[in-house]
């Protein structure tokens, strides 16, 4: 145990002297009856106890204002929430209206969300990570203000979106060891993951991290450049994380035709599905908003850990001793002592 705040102790020199080098009647004192005399009895050392439990009080006060506290150590602390990433697409084909109402419906799921800790990343034809996870709403909602269309370019990567996002996600994990670039490299191939992708996904899954994080994606469900969806999906599924999309009517030419944009949608689903999560499509923007509440049934009572070091304050333990002195001394000198 250390103090916090070692200097209060000097208040103890003062009630030293007062409690025991004054002389009778030289300084103010308390109401007190022990100078009487009498027999001696038991009742006469009782008469003796109110000054010494005064200075204990005192003593333990004085203690508690110094704010004792124990040594570093570690706790855990849990509690109810997700980690969840926005992805939003900004590729021309989600121009005009279809950006500004899809902002105004990620800001009001932002502030209903006051447990979750959210992040936002974008993608056209590259992907970038907007806010990293965080439980600052009013950066959240001045970030996605800022997300404009063709940013980042006017194509759709669905899977650099997707890709971008676990990253997001997994931030806190790949510490010095792995490298973004060797792990996209290996998570990219045509016949599977490769070591590297698997070795990373066996680390994450024995920390057990990764089951309440979830991916909320936006598009018009047609990719058009980049890593095929399926990739990253098949990496994200191996960690353990959950993606939903809405898929959202497109608002201007994809650059894809029917019958191949039906052939990428459909190979989305199926992706999405097999992490565990759903694939909602939207014939109207006011229809999006609905998604969320059916995501809040679907990912609820997932639980965050994590690890702290800290100190904890004891200054209620010598608080509650100089109450207990304090109340005795009370009771002997106006109740007891009263008592034939």
């Known amino acids: 145990m250390n103090l916090e705040n070692p200097l209060f102790l000097l208040a103890l020199i003062p009630f030293v002297i ?11 004192g308390y109401s007190s009856t022990s100078h009487l005399e009498g027999a001696k009895s038991a009742k006469t050392y009782v008469m003796r106890l109110p000054k010494i439990l005064g200075f204990i009080a005192v003593l333990f006060a004085i203690l508690a ?11 855990e602390v849990s509690y109810q929430g997700r980690e969840i990433i926005l992805s939003i697409d900004t590729s021309f084909s989600m121009t005009g209206e279809a950006m500004e109402i ?17 992040g936002i990343t974008m993608y056209g034809t590259d ?9 600052e709403t009013e950066l959240l909602e001045k970030s996605l203000d800022r997300i404009k269309p063709h940013d980042v370019g006017v194509r759709t990567a669905i899977g650099e979106g997707l890709f971008t996002s676990i990253l997001a996600l997994i931030e806190r994990d790949m510490g010095q060891v792995f490298e973004i ?6 998570m990219n191939r045509v016949e599977g993951l490769g070591k590297y992708a698997l070795d ?10 990764m089951k309440n994080k979830v991916i909320i994606l936006f598009t018009d469900g047609i990719y058009n450049v980049g890593i095929k969806p399926s990739r990253s999906l098949r990496f994200i599924k191996r960690l353990g994380v959950k993606v939903h999309v809405v898929s959202v009517p497109a ?25 565990g999560g759903k694939f909602f499509e939207a014939e109207n923007y006011e229809e999006v908003e609905q998604f969320y509440a059916e995501i809040d049934k679907i990912e609820k009572e997932k639980i965050i850990m994590e690890t702290v070091v800290k100190k904890k304050d004891l200054f209620f333990v010598p608080t509650a001793i100089s109450i207990c002195f304090l109340l005795g001394m ?11």
């Not at 670039?181 to 290996?186: D, E, G, I, Q, V």
């Not at 650059?255 to 599905?273: D, F, M, N, P």
């Not at 009370?330 to 034939?340: G, S």
Request: proline share 3%; no cysteine.
């Open 65 to 75: 204002f110094s704010r004792p506290q124990s040594s570093y150590h570690e706790s």
């Open 18 to 28: 007062l409690f025991f080098l004054r002389r009778e009647g030289k300084y103010l």
């Open 200 to 209: 990373f996904a066996k680390m994450v899954q024995g920390r057990g991290t």
């Open 127 to 135: 992907a970038v990570v907007v806010v990293l996870p965080t439980w």
């Open 181 to 186: 670039s060797k792990l996209r490299k290996s």
């Open 251 to 275: 608002s201007a030419e994809t650059g894809v035709e029917h019958e191949q944009a039906a052939e990428r949608t459909a190979s989305l689903r199926k992706g999405v599905e097999s992490t």
């Open 330 to 340: 009370i009771v002997i000198e106006n109740v007891w002592l009263k008592i034939p």
């Open 102 to 118: 899809i902002r105004d419906i990620a800001k009001d799921f932002i502030r209903k969300r006051t447990h979750d800790m959210i």
